[in-house]
T-cell receptor, first 116, second 108 residues
Framework: ETGVTQTPRHLVMGMTNKKSLKCEQH?????MYWYKQSAKKPLELMFV???????ENNSVPSRFSPECPNSSHLFLHLHTLQPEDSALYLC???????????????FGPGTRLTVL | GQQLNQSPQSMFIQEGEDVSMNCTSS?????WLWYKQDPGEGPVLLIA?????ELTSNGRLTAQFGITRKDSFLNISASIPSDVGIYFC????????FGTGTSLTVIP
C-alpha cells in the first residue's frame, strides 16, 4: 500500500445510523486532515491532527467526531447525520502542520457519503 | 473572508485545443497551487508557485503566479482525453483556501 488510502469508498446511511470513515497514510507523515467536498463548493477543512493531537476544528457539528489513534490512522465517526451532510469526504496528510505544510498535502481518494 | 474566484466553471473543448483557466481574489497570497481531481479520486498537486511573477511548467501544463499576488492562471496545451477532470486552484495567505474548480471535458 502506498500513499493515502480511505475506506469505505462509498457509504449510504440513514439519519439514525452510526458509521465510521477510515483513513490510513503510508508516507511517514505527522499531520492528517479531514475535508468535506460538496458539489460546486470549495473544499472545506474540517479537522487537523498533528502527532495524534487535534490542532484545528473548523466549527464542525458534533455529529462528526474525529479520532486519531496514531499518526498513520485517522477516523471520522458519524452519527445522526442530515441529508445535507452527503458529500465526498477527503483525507489528506502532510509531513507537519503549519501554513507551508498545506502546500505539500497528499490526498486520499475519498469516501462518497450519501445520507438518506 | 478571503475567497478564490475560479473561472470558467466548466469547459468543453476539442482534443488538441489549448485550455486556459484562472483564479482571482481581492486578497494577496504567498503561494498558489493547482490540483487536478480525476473522477472518484482525490486532488493531485500539479504545480506549486512560490514567487510573484513565477512561471512554471510541468509537461503540457504551465502556471503563473500573478505579479499582484492576487491571481494565478493555468494553461494546458494540446489537450488530450486524459486531461478530463476538475482543476482546482488553492492559495496560502493567512490560511489555506481552495477554489471552486473548473470541470474540463475533452471531446475526442
Amino acid at each position: 500500500e502506498t500513499g493515502v488510502t480511505q475506506t469505505p469508498r462509498h457509504l449510504v446511511m440513514g439519519m439514525t445510523n452510526k458509521k465510521s470513515l477510515k483513513c490510513e497514510q503510508h508516507l511517514g507523515h505527522n499531520a492528517m486532515y479531514w475535508y468535506k467536498q460538496s458539489a460546486k463548493k470549495p473544499l472545506e477543512l474540517m479537522f487537523v491532527y498533528n502527532f495524534k493531537e487535534q490542532t484545528e476544528n473548523n466549527s464542525v457539528p458534533s455529529r462528526f467526531s474525529p479520532e486519531c489513534p496514531n499518526s498513520s490512522h485517522l477516523f471520522l465517526h458519524l452519527h445522526t447525520l442530515q441529508p445535507e451532510d452527503s458529500a465526498l469526504y477527503l483525507c489528506a496528510s502532510s509531513q507537519d502542520v503549519g501554513l507551508e505544510s498545506y502546500n505539500e498535502q497528499f490526498f486520499g481518494p475519498g469516501t462518497r457519503l450519501t445520507v438518506l | 473572508g478571503q475567497q478564490l474566484n475560479q473561472s470558467p466553471q466548466s469547459m468543453f473543448i476539442q482534443e488538441g485545443e489549448d485550455v486556459s483557466m484562472n483564479c482571482t481574489s481581492s486578497s494577496i497570497f504567498n503561494t498558489w497551487l493547482w490540483y487536478k481531481q480525476d473522477p472518484g479520486e482525490g486532488p493531485v498537486l500539479l504545480i506549486a508557485l512560490y514567487k510573484a511573477g513565477e512561471l512554471t511548467s510541468n509537461g503540457r501544463l504551465t502556471a503563473q503566479f500573478g505579479i499582484t499576488r492576487k491571481d494565478s492562471f493555468l494553461n494546458i496545451s494540446a489537450s488530450i482525453p486524459s486531461d478530463v477532470g476538475i482543476y482546482f486552484c488553492a492559495a496560502t495567505g493567512n490560511q489555506f483556501y481552495f477554489g471552486t474548480g473548473t470541470s474540463l471535458t475533452v471531446i475526442p
